[in-house]
Nanobody, 125 residues
């Protein structure tokens, strides 16, 4: 089984930046797609960003131009650089692994295989 551990969450002022990290225990990491989800209180879980096994990326419209997803296969890690943060970005952020290695739209019904425990991001003045 694969374990995912997120870190880097915290409290930041509007306009600030934060970088989230996710470390995977998978023995083979480079063949998997990795995604970042977020969930705010009372709202549905939202797919924020995806990076495929080929390192192509996809972003939700709400974060395009502000967030960047990247991966380091040697470190078996995925990152989410968040810039120009807004109060609307406040949520619990989850790292997830997809064994297919591919991108699927959030409304496709496709399920990720493994999930981290989540890390809280709060954007407030």
């Amino acid at each position: 089984q694969v374990q995912l551990v997120e870190s880097g969450g915290g409290l930041v002022q509007p306009g600030g930046s934060l970088r989230l990290s996710c470390a995977a225990s998978a023995t083979i990491f480079s063949i998997y797609a990795m995604g970042w989800y977020r969930q705010a209180p009372g709202k549905q879980r939202e797919l924020v960003a995806v990076i495929t096994s080929g390192s192509s990326t996809n972003y939700a419209d709400s974060v395009k131009g502000r967030f960047t997803i990247s991966r380091d296969n040697a470190k078996k890690s995925v990152y989410l650089q968040m810039n120009s943060l807004k109060p609307e970005d406040t949520a619990v952020y989850y790292c997830a692994l997809d064994r297919s290695g591919n991108y699927y739209p959030s409304d496709s019904g496709h399920e990720y295989d493994y999930w981290g425990q989540g890390t809280q991001v709060t954007v407030s003045s």
